[in-house]
Each structure stands twice: as C-alpha cells, then as structure tokens.
C-alpha cells in the first residue's frame, strides 16, 4: 500500500487543496477507489457520483482508470460545464 497525494480541483476543494490517501493497487482505478472510499468516511459521500464521471491528470496528461499511477502528484477534475 502507499499514499497519493490528490489535489483537489472545482466541487473537491471541499475537501481541501489536497489530499493524501492510502491506494492498495497500481492503477488511476485504484486511486478512484481509494478516493471513493475517503469521501464515504469523511461524510462526503454526496461527491461519490461527481467522482464516477471525474478524470485524473499528472501533470499535463489525462489518466484512465487502467493507467499505472505515477509517483508524482495527480489532480482529480470535475466535469464542467458551460454555455
């Protein structure tokens, strides 16, 4: 296991500038679930849909969930929208 430091962009920022969790696997996928288990213990439970449809970047790049995880820091983006 090891810890990624997320940081948090748009609705996320509700959990601060970033974030640390513990992720078991290797993958952009296990970093979601790692996430997606933070938010259900720290009562942030209504951010679990917005995460589904969230990417992940490392730097400049896009990450998909069967992406290896760097060892850098990743951002977790929110879907937008606007007219």
């Known amino acids: 296991m090891r810890r990624v430091q997320i940081e948090c962009l748009g609705v996320f920022r509700e959990l601060g500038d970033s974030i640390e969790v513990d992720v078991a696997g290797e993958t952009i996928g296990d970093v979601r679930a790692a996430l997606s288990k933070h938010l259900e213990q ?9 995460l589904a449809r969230s990417v992940f970047a490392s730097g400049d790049q896009m990450c998909r969930d069967g992406d290896p995880c760097p060892d850098t820091v990743i951002a977790v983006l929110p879907p937008v929208a606007g007219g």
Do not use: D
């Open 42 to 50: 720290a009562s942030q439970s209504e951010l679990t849909s917005t």
